[in-house]
């Protein structure tokens, strides 16, 4: 009994200690200079106020992911050019915070940053929000490419998280060098082993990802 009691401490211990489930990693640990801005866990985001479950700036992934995401940084900084990267692991109770919300007509004050062409009553209708993220399975990242000297964002044609057409990857209307900016995004991402999501020039999954059918709630912290 002792020994089990004993083996039950060290399973406590030692996810009080890391935080985290196997297999996950807090990316600064691998790439210590990566930008990080969860936008989940300010006010700039599409609800307009913190989301459930993100209580830090704390970047977390499958450890796959981080080592793939180490080899894009690499291939950047070689054009002096780094990532900014402003989502990955989402628990699910983030994914829930964003489905209540939608769900509230009334409560549309970011409305014109975010989605001024689309009504909100369609947001769920239209696929900008769903009850599932495959961001909750920890190997997909949202993400931009920022000046390695200046830290300003390449200009990619539409902001992150901007629900319309303008965001999709291979949209026509923007200039030549929005269109070169996605076009060098898109190349790396997919050449270090992410897929991308054709409506969201930000948004990629690892390819294998090593929980395709896991979606995690712990929280970020």
Known sequence: MKHGLFFLFFIWSSWGYSQLPIGFVHVDDIIPD???ELRYNTLNNFV???IDGYESNKLIVTKQTAQALKLVQEALQEQNLCLKVYDGYRPQRAVNHFMKWARDLNDTINKH????NVNKINLLKDGYIASKSGHSRGSTVDLTIIDANTGKILDMGSSYDYFDKQSWVNYKN???KQKMNRQLLQTIMLKHGFRNYEQEWWHFTLRGEPF?????DFVVK
């Open 34 to 36: 990566l930008a990080v």
């Open 48 to 50: 307009g106020s913190p």
């Open 113 to 116: 940053v975010f989605y001024p």
């Open 174 to 176: 923007i200039s030549e």
């Open 212 to 216: 395709p059918n896991t979606y995690f």
